[in-house]
Structure formats: C-alpha cells, structure tokens
C-alpha cells in the first residue's frame, strides 16, 4: 500500500498565482486533513474532512480552499498565493474518529515557496 | 480551546543517556495525548497515545509516556537514547469534540551526540 500520498512534493510559486495541492489515500480512510508547518509552531490545522463531500474549517483556513468530491482525495488550493503561504504542507487519514483509534497516517509532505 | 505546550525548542543528548521531552496541555477534561515523531524530510508517525486507564503508556521505539493530572503534563520518555532518536517530537491533544482533529505543540528538536 502507499498510504497517503501528496503531489507535487516540491513547488515555487509567485504572487498572485494559483495551484492545487493533491492528497491521494488508499486505506479507505474516513477523515482527512490538512496541515501547514512552520519553524518554531508545529503544525496548524488548515482544513478537515470528515467524509466523502464534507469539509470544515481549522485553525488557519484564510486564503484556501479544499475539495473532497473522492473519499480517496483531498484537495487543497490556493486561489492567490502569498508569501505568508511559504511553508511545508502535510496531509493526513485516519480511519475513524481519533479518539477511537489515536492515530493519523501522514503524507510526507509538499514543499510551497511562494515568491 | 485546548492549547500544547513543549517549553523546549532544542535538546541536545549523549547517546546511552536518558531522555524526557516536557508536553503541558491544557484542556477542561480529561484529554487524549499523543506524541508523534517526524524524521528528516519526512512525515510524523505515531509513537503512544494515552486514551484512560494506566497512566504510564508504552510506545514504539522503547519510548514511553507518563500522564500526570495534576501537572496536566505528559512527558515522554526513554532509558538510554540511539543516535536514529535524532528527530523532530511533537505532543498532540484531541479534546475539543467539536473539531475532531489533533492539535499539536510547537516540536522538540532532538540532537544525538555520538
């Protein structure tokens, strides 16, 4: 199985522009999530969903956008991007609620430097 | 809202010696605790979880955890460190039954000196 995998890993942007991070699961996961990390603040919570056509807001959601028309994809997008939107990216799955099972599967991970 | 706290940004240890990464939480009721470990260029996995019951918990990896009420703290442990413990340990809490999503501490970098 690959788990959870994000694409593209590595992306520079400029100012303005737009782009869609994707998130791909193939452990028939319920939830999904998406998460920005910064130095010095871990990881902040963007965007969540809790099944197939369903999302919600988290901590950080201004200036994206998700999709969840799969139950296997995520999709994060940035309409215009900013240089505030510099920062590495993760998507994560977990099968149920987490107090049930406690753990997320994580991707590895996409890289945005937005100029 | 529930909020983590890992007051130390960076530890350095000796390999052989004994580890503990402080997690201070706060949260009204009893929290589930977590700690994930992210390895260089790669994305977290977990290490133990506390859900009830014994309040001492074992992980992967010869880690373990130790919750503590009163201290609302829950520091992760281990005996004698490796030099591949050399990584990034971030304490997470799921509390708020509104959002069902984890909220993480800011990360505790972990050097191995040989």
């Known amino acids: 199985n690959a788990g959870v995998t994000q694409t593209p890993k590595f992306r520079v942007l400029k100012t303005g522009q737009s782009m869609t991070l994707l998130c791909a699961q193939d452990?028939?996961?319920?939830?999904m999530y998406w998460y920005r990390q910064d130095p010095g603040m871990g990881l902040r919570l963007i965007h969540y969903?809790?099944?197939?056509?369903?999302?919600a807001k988290g901590e950080v959601p201004d200036g994206y956008n998700v999709s969840r028309l799969k139950k296997q994809n995520f999709l994060l997008g940035l309409e215009s991007a900013a240089p505030s939107q510099t920062s590495v990216y993760f998507c994560?799955?977990?099968?149920?609620?987490?107090?049930?099972?406690?753990?997320?599967?994580f991707g590895e991970g996409s890289r945005l430097t937005v100029l | 809202a529930q909020s983590v706290t890992q007051p130390d940004i960076h530890i350095t240890v000796s390999e052989g010696a004994s580890l503990e990464l402080r997690c201070n939480y706060s949260?009204?009721?009893?929290?589930?605790l977590f700690w994930y470990v992210q390895s260089p260029g790669q994305g977290l996995q977990l290490l133990l979880k506390?859900?009830?019951?014994?309040?001492l918990v074992q992980g992967i990896k010869g880690f373990e955890a130790e919750f503590k009420r009163s201290q609302s703290s829950f520091n992760l442990r281990k005996p004698s460190v490796h030099w591949s413990d050399a990584a990034e340990y971030f304490c997470?809490?799921?509390?708020?039954?509104?959002?069902?999503?984890?909220?993480f501490g800011s990360g505790t970098r972990l050097q191995v000196q040989p």
């Open positions: 452990m028939n996961h319920e939830y």
């Open positions: 997470a809490v799921d509390g708020d039954t509104g959002r069902r999503a984890l909220t």
């Open positions: 969903s809790v099944g197939e056509g369903t999302t």
């Open positions: 994560a799955s977990s099968y149920q609620r987490l107090a049930s099972t406690g753990e997320l599967f």
């Open positions: 949260y009204g009721a009893t929290p589930y």
């Open positions: 506390y859900f009830s019951g014994d309040t």
